[in-house]
């Protein structure tokens, strides 16, 4: 995050076991021998379980999670586990996606974490398989690239695109070598473009220096007569790389040619073709023992064959074996032994793994044995095969661990256990008149209880902590939530759920003195699923509880609405009214409300009954009223007839509710809605609202508009109207906080908001009251990529700003699980240094079309209108759903300041900057959608983004993030 630490901030909540269900998962056996379980639950949107497990039974679970993919409940969000493509010492590597509500909502993730289930970092990218070299980095095989990646965070070290090794070639394809040494050599097969004199030209092997991905050697394959694919990798023979090609002979029959190749220049050694042995499009088994080199590979479906050949590439034994998807798993034992495990029926009506072990000399079993889990990994240590096994038919929670002796077959001692996640102890945190309270529930062993707590404003420290019982025992606890009362209250709300008689929905009240944490009184309700309590307080510490209750119980299928006032000493209900009504304000005791006819009221205390209803002339969207000192109303209603969307605000009289003055801000074409309305020092009002106006260009432009009113006749002392903005959506909503002069306010900016997936960033500024205009933002938050941990994304909520300009706010930021825990935290003052870092594309052409896999794109990054440096600038790129990586190449400085330290990198990095200064970046970007010969019509997207510190203020946010779309093609010029 380009921001300051928080002066103080405490953590409201706690992760406690959860039994969730899942959707997907992954098994693998981890270098130390443990089993390790990556699974993707069904039951909560973007979360995953980890679960380490050990041969003696000992589990550790851990978890981690991303907000929802997407903000719409419709569309859902969940993370999907594919499969452990690698692990290394503590470090497992896993493919994995998010996925929203459709094809077009959705991104590949690869994500490294460690054996304890924390993430590491993780990369938005589309993988196919993955190796660790003995350093930690990583190659990965994506799509037609080759990336070597920096293990310790994921950072782009080279990437080469193959591609470029056939001009005319449209896709590529290749496997990765099963074991990467001292140099990277691969065969690639390649699809030209139609209408060329070979659709399927001869394959290629080339062999790339780990450390740059430069060409070492490259040399084609020798003719044949037959479309070639490679499935299986390569394995190790002596040194060289032995391939096993499938090659086309005609519909009905495939041939596999073996062939070793010289590690130094890819000549050919030998090639031994062996006849009809499997499908192209199916995976396949490849391993060398001491002894042999053996293949497995499925057959129309129909079978599975099995071949081995001497390491000279003489046939030795072939064997048929029954058909299992996945394909049979191969392991080769010292002793020149085969493993082979295969899905298969161990009972009737339950499948698992049967594992057999086969002689070298012929290929026939010398023991087998069976496990029940239909998906395994595993791993040979000594004589011991250690086994983690989980199934595709439960929901993938269980992880079981097994040792076999690999002579025998015998069972050693194993363990099993089952995969759970993890969810926060419901909690909730408020400011009340500047002072930070919290509450939470208890574990399960004391879910009875409630624990509320105050806080000291200025350090954070705890003034009082006291612990509540509920009436009644609850089964699980969902939700607790504060709320400001008069006459210094405080109310805990806390909704759960119990089991007997029947499965039920309850809500607990307690009020609290604000004071020394006493239990005022505390009731409990049944309340029904159709709608919850929307609680309002009076002056004397009173309620107005509107709720919805089952009409017809158990099934609930019909509902009532009702109007309760409880008791401000006791609790008891005082009356109760069976109206539909929102709750809007209080005047005094008596309540403000508008009910379903239409009708604005005033209902009294005493008995609920209205002292006036007026009908509003048009039906209002989400209105809201204050309560004016002499007890007139102010109301902002959001209305709209026809075409016409306005937002008007009245005064209403104290005594009947008739309208005294209405004014409506903003031009005669604006579409004015969501307005708010606030006091002001010295009582006037403040509107804060969005407006579109039918301008050309301008339609679908939502900006700000601001108006300060007179209360006594409505006159608009000023209206400011945000500027047009051809790719921000944004938003000012007034804050508590402020003086005569200004008033602070919170803005909210979604760039390019009909991408899929929006850049939201949130800022604090101030609102100058003699006209309205704008002061500098403020950043405080950025949200350009969700991490799957804690690493930096928060959401905050200002709840004021006090007289020295700390900021209160509340926080629901990631822990290390990635679970959002509710925060409290004061914040340092904003300075009253201010200047635009302004952020250009130096080459303005959009989208970019180089030639080549990648492409250089340079910004210009200028500090304007300052007068002191800034330092703990951030800059970065990165790209969602597209899979752009960017290299930064150069950094040029006009100007004093600080260029980014680690050239070469993809990770985001710090600079500064003197006034005046620009400096220039140039980054290599890699477009993973690059084609020879032709454009993608599909560009991809890319966000560069300048961060500057909390303290800084920029006049438009908007200024430093600068948006590319790339659409590569042509003839390589190559930026290897």
Same mark, same amino acid.
């Given at each position: 995050?380009?921001?300051?630490?928080?002066?103080?901030?405490?953590?409201?909540?706690?992760?406690?076991?959860?039994?969730?269900?899942?959707?997907?998962?992954?098994?693998?056996?981890?270098?130390?021998?443990?089993?390790?379980?990556?699974?993707?639950?069904?039951?909560?949107?973007?979360?995953?379980?980890?679960?380490?497990?050990?041969?003696?039974?000992?589990?550790?679970?851990?978890?981690?999670?991303?907000?929802?993919?997407?903000?719409?409940?419709?569309?859902?969000?969940?993370?999907?586990?594919?499969?452990?493509?690698?692990?290394?010492?503590?470090?497992?590597?896993?493919?994995?996606?998010?996925?929203?509500?459709?094809?077009?909502?959705?991104?590949?993730?690869?994500?490294?974490?460690?054996?304890?289930?924390?993430?590491?970092?993780?990369?938005?990218?589309?993988?196919?398989?993955?190796?660790?070299?003995?350093?930690?980095?990583?190659?990965?095989?994506?799509?037609?690239?080759?990336?070597?990646?920096?293990?310790?965070?994921?950072?782009?070290?080279?990437?080469?695109?193959?591609?470029?090794?056939?001009?005319?070639?449209?896709?590529?394809? +290749?496997?990765?070598?099963?074991?990467?040494?001292?140099?990277?050599?691969?065969?690639?097969?390649?699809?030209?473009?139609?209408?060329?004199?070979?659709?399927?030209?001869?394959?290629?092997?080339?062999?790339?220096?780990?450390?740059?991905?430069?060409?070492?050697?490259?040399?084609?394959?020798?003719?044949?007569?037959?479309?070639?694919?490679?499935?299986?990798?390569?394995?190790?023979?002596?040194?060289?790389?032995?391939?096993?090609?499938?090659?086309?002979?005609?519909?009905?029959?495939?041939?596999?040619?073996?062939?070793?190749?010289?590690?130094?220049?890819?000549?050919?050694?030998?090639?031994?073709?062996?006849?009809?042995?499997?499908?192209?499009?199916?995976?396949?088994?490849?391993?060398?023992?001491?002894?042999?080199?053996?293949?497995?590979?499925?057959?129309?479906?129909?079978?599975?064959?099995?071949?081995?050949?001497?390491?000279?590439?003489?046939?030795?034994?072939?064997?048929?074996?029954?058909?299992?998807?996945?394909?049979?798993?191969?392991?080769?034992?010292?002793?020149?032994?085969?493993?082979?495990?295969?899905?298969?029926?161990?009972?009737?009506?339950?499948?698992?793994?049967?594992?057999?072990?086969?002689?070298?000399?012929?290929?026939?079993?010398?023991?087998?044995?069976?496990?029940?889990?239909?998906?395994?990994?595993?791993?040979?240590?000594?004589?011991?095969?250690?086994?983690?096994?989980?199934?595709?038919?439960?929901?993938?929670?269980?992880?079981?661990?097994?040792?076999?002796?690999?002579?025998?077959?015998?069972?050693?001692?194993?363990?099993?256990?089952?995969?759970?996640?993890?969810?926060?102890?419901?909690?909730?945190?408020?400011?009340?008149?500047?002072?930070?309270?919290?509450?939470?529930?208890?574990?399960?062993?004391?879910?009875?209880?409630?624990?509320?707590?105050?806080?000291?404003?200025?350090?954070?420290?705890?003034?009082?902590?006291?612990?509540?019982?509920?009436?009644?025992?609850?089964?699980?606890?969902?939700?607790?939530?504060?709320?400001?009362?008069?006459?210094?209250?405080?109310?805990?709300?806390?909704?759960?759920?119990?089991?007997?008689?029947?499965?039920?929905?309850?809500?607990?009240?307690?009020?609290?003195?604000?004071?020394?944490?006493?239990?005022?009184?505390?009731?409990?309700?049944?309340?029904?699923?159709?709608?919850?309590?929307?609680?309002?307080?009076?002056?004397?510490?009173?309620?107005?509880?509107?709720?919805?209750?089952?009409?017809?119980?158990?099934?609930?299928?019909? $509902?009532?609405?009702?109007?309760?006032?409880?008791?401000?000493?006791?609790?008891?209900?005082?009356?109760?009214?069976?109206?539909?009504?929102?709750?809007?304000?209080?005047?005094?005791?008596?309540?403000?409300?508008?009910?379903?006819?239409?009708?604005?009221?005033?209902?009294?205390?005493?008995?609920?009954?209205?002292?006036?209803?007026?009908?509003?002339?048009?039906?209002?969207?989400?209105?809201?009223?204050?309560?004016?000192?002499?007890?007139?109303? $102010?109301?902002?209603?959001?209305?709209?007839?026809?075409?016409?969307?306005?937002?008007?605000?009245?005064?209403?009289?104290?005594?009947?509710?008739?309208?005294?003055?209405?004014?409506?801000?903003?031009?005669?074409?604006?579409?004015?809605?969501?307005?708010?309305?606030?006091?002001?020092?010295?009582?006037?009002?403040?509107?804060?609202?969005?407006?579109?106006?039918?301008?050309?260009?301008?339609?679908?432009?939502?900006?700000?508009?601001?108006?300060?009113?007179?209360?006594?006749?409505?006159?608009?002392?000023?209206?400011?109207?945000?500027?047009?903005?051809?790719?921000?959506?944004?938003?000012?909503?007034?804050?508590?906080?402020?003086?005569?002069?200004?008033?602070?306010?919170?803005?909210?900016?979604?760039?390019?908001?009909?991408?899929?997936?929006?850049?939201?960033?949130?800022?604090?500024?101030?609102?100058?009251?003699?006209?309205?205009?704008?002061?500098?933002?403020?950043?405080?938050?950025?949200? +350009?990529?969700?991490?799957?941990?804690?690493?930096?994304?928060?959401?905050?909520?200002?709840?004021?700003?006090?007289?020295?300009?700390?900021?209160?706010?509340?926080?629901?930021?990631?822990?290390?699980?990635?679970?959002?825990?509710?925060?409290?935290?004061?914040?340092?003052?904003?300075?009253?240094?201010?200047?635009?870092?302004?952020?250009?594309?130096?080459?303005?052409?959009?989208?970019?079309?180089?030639?080549?896999?990648?492409?250089?794109?340079?910004?210009?990054?200028?500090?304007?209108?300052?007068?002191?440096?800034?330092?703990?600038?951030?800059?970065?790129?990165?790209?969602?759903?597209?899979?752009?990586?960017?290299?930064?190449?150069?950094?040029?400085?006009?100007?004093?300041?600080?260029?980014?330290?680690?050239?070469?990198?993809?990770?985001?990095?710090?600079?500064?900057?003197?006034?005046?200064?620009?400096?220039?970046l140039s980054f290599e970007v890699f477009d993973w959608n690059f084609a020879p010969g032709r454009r993608n019509p599909q560009s991809a997207r890319g966000v560069f983004h300048v961060d500057p510190p909390y303290a800084f203020g920029d006049d438009?946010?908007?200024?430093?993030?600068?948006?590319?779309?790339?659409?590569?093609?042509?003839?390589?010029?190559?930026?290897?």
């Amino acid at each position: 995050m380009a921001q300051s630490m928080p002066l103080w901030s405490t953590d409201e909540s706690e992760v406690v076991p959860f039994a969730a269900t899942y959707a997907s998962g992954a098994a693998t056996i981890l270098d130390a021998g443990d089993g390790f379980l990556v699974a993707a639950e069904s039951s909560r949107a973007g979360y995953a379980a980890t679960l380490r497990l050990t041969p003696a039974g000992i589990a550790v679970r851990n978890q981690f999670g991303t907000p929802p993919f997407s903000a719409l409940p419709s569309y859902g969000s969940y993370l999907g586990v594919y499969d452990v493509l690698a692990t290394q010492g503590e470090a497992v590597l896993v493919e994995m996606a998010e996925r929203g509500g459709g094809s077009s909502n959705s991104r590949p993730l690869l994500v490294m974490l460690d054996s304890a289930g924390a993430v590491r970092w993780q990369l938005a990218r589309a993988v196919m398989e993955a190796r660790f070299l003995p350093n930690g980095d990583v190659i990965v095989h994506a799509r037609h690239q080759i990336l070597r990646l920096r293990g310790s965070d994921g950072s782009l070290l080279w990437a080469r695109h193959l591609l470029e090794l056939r001009p005319d070639a449209v896709e590529s394809d +290749y496997v990765l070598p099963q074991v990467i040494g001292s140099q990277l050599t691969i065969g690639v097969t390649f699809t030209d473009r139609p209408n060329l004199e070979a659709l399927y030209p001869a394959p290629m092997y080339v062999s790339l220096d780990l450390a740059t991905g430069a060409t070492r050697w490259e040399r084609t394959r020798e003719d044949s007569p037959n479309r070639a694919f490679q499935k299986c990798g390569n394995v190790d023979v002596g040194g060289d790389p032995v391939y096993a090609w499938f090659e086309q002979v005609d519909s009905s029959q495939l041939d596999v040619v073996f062939e070793r190749r010289s590690a130094a220049d890819g000549a050919l050694v030998w090639a031994t073709r062996v006849a009809d042995v499997g499908y192209p499009f199916n995976p396949c088994g490849l391993t060398v023992t001491n002894a042999l080199i053996v293949l497995s590979s499925r057959h129309d479906y129909d079978f599975v064959n099995l071949v081995a050949l001497s390491h000279a590439g003489a046939p030795m034994w072939r064997h048929s074996l029954p058909d299992s998807d996945p394909p049979p798993h191969l392991l080769a034992l010292p002793d020149g032994k085969l493993l082979l495990a295969q899905r298969a029926s161990i009972a009737p009506g339950n499948d698992g793994t049967r594992i057999e072990a086969r002689r070298a000399s012929d290929g026939g079993v010398d023991w087998s044995a069976a496990i029940d889990a239909d998906r395994i990994a595993w791993r040979l240590f000594g004589t011991e095969l250690r086994i983690a096994g989980t199934d595709y038919s439960q929901d993938r929670s269980q992880l079981q661990v097994r040792r076999l002796d690999s002579a025998s077959g015998a069972s050693l001692p194993g363990a099993q256990a089952s995969a759970s996640g993890s969810e926060l102890l419901p909690a909730d945190i408020e400011f009340v008149d500047g002072v930070p309270y919290a509450a939470r529930s208890a574990s399960d062993a004391n879910r009875q209880e409630i624990s509320v707590k105050r806080r000291d404003p200025a350090t954070g420290s705890p003034v009082w902590t006291r612990t509540h019982a509920l009436t009644q025992l609850p089964e699980r606890v969902t939700a607790v939530e504060l709320k400001s009362i008069p006459a210094g209250r405080l109310l805990v709300r806390v909704s759960y759920r119990v089991a007997t008689p029947v499965v039920q929905d309850r809500h607990a009240m307690l009020m609290i003195d604000r004071l020394t944490g006493d239990l005022i009184w505390q009731r409990d309700d049944a309340l029904d699923l159709l709608g919850a309590p929307l609680v309002t307080g009076a002056a004397d510490g009173s309620l107005y509880v509107n709720s919805t209750l089952c009409a017809n119980p158990p099934g609930c299928s019909a $509902a009532t609405r009702q109007l309760e006032r409880y008791s401000a000493t006791s609790g008891e209900s005082l009356w109760m009214q069976p109206i539909n009504l929102s709750p809007l304000a209080v005047r005094g005791v008596d309540l403000i409300g508008l009910s379903s006819d239409n009708q604005l009221s005033l209902l009294s205390a005493g008995d609920g009954a209205p002292f006036w209803s007026t009908v509003l002339a048009n039906p209002p969207y989400l209105p809201a009223a204050l309560a004016l000192a002499n007890g007139d109303i $102010a109301a902002v209603l959001d209305s709209r007839v026809g075409t016409v969307h306005k937002v008007d605000v009245e005064r209403r009289a104290a005594g009947n509710g008739a309208p005294l003055w209405s004014t409506r801000p903003g031009l005669l074409d604006d579409k004015v809605y969501s307005g708010q309305l606030k006091d002001l020092p010295g009582g006037d009002l403040l509107l804060t609202a969005r407006f579109n106006t039918p301008e050309p260009g301008q339609e679908y432009m939502s900006r700000p508009v601001l108006a300060r009113i007179d209360p006594n006749t409505g006159a608009l002392i000023w209206t400011h109207r945000g500027a047009p903005s051809l790719d921000l959506y944004h938003a000012v909503r007034a804050v508590l906080g402020g003086d005569a002069t200004h008033q602070w306010a919170r803005s909210m900016r979604a760039f390019d908001a009909s991408n899929v997936r929006s850049e939201w960033r949130f800022a604090l500024r101030w609102i100058g009251l003699a006209d309205g205009l704008p002061g500098p933002e403020h950043l405080y938050e950025r949200n +350009y990529d969700e991490p799957l941990s804690a690493a930096g994304y928060s959401t905050l909520t200002v709840a004021a700003v006090l007289s020295d300009g700390t900021v209160q706010a509340e926080n629901s930021n990631p822990g290390a699980l990635g679970l959002r825990m509710p925060r409290l935290e004061r914040w340092p003052a904003a300075d009253a240094e201010h200047g635009d870092i302004v952020v250009r594309r130096v080459d303005s052409e959009d989208p970019i079309t180089g030639l080549g896999a990648s492409v250089e794109v340079a910004f210009d990054i200028e500090l304007s209108n300052a007068t002191a440096p800034v330092t703990g600038v951030r800059a970065g790129f990165l790209s969602y759903t597209s899979g752009l990586l960017a290299i930064l190449r150069r950094c040029t400085l006009i100007g004093g300041g600080q260029c980014p330290t680690d050239l070469d990198s993809s990770l985001e990095q710090p600079l500064s900057l003197d006034p005046g200064a620009v400096m220039r970046l140039s980054f290599e970007v890699f477009d993973w959608n690059f084609a020879p010969g032709r454009r993608n019509p599909q560009s991809a997207r890319g966000v560069f983004h300048v961060d500057p510190p909390y303290a800084f203020g920029d006049d438009d946010l908007g200024n430093n993030v600068a948006v590319i779309n790339s659409a590569l093609g042509g003839v390589s010029i190559g930026f290897e």
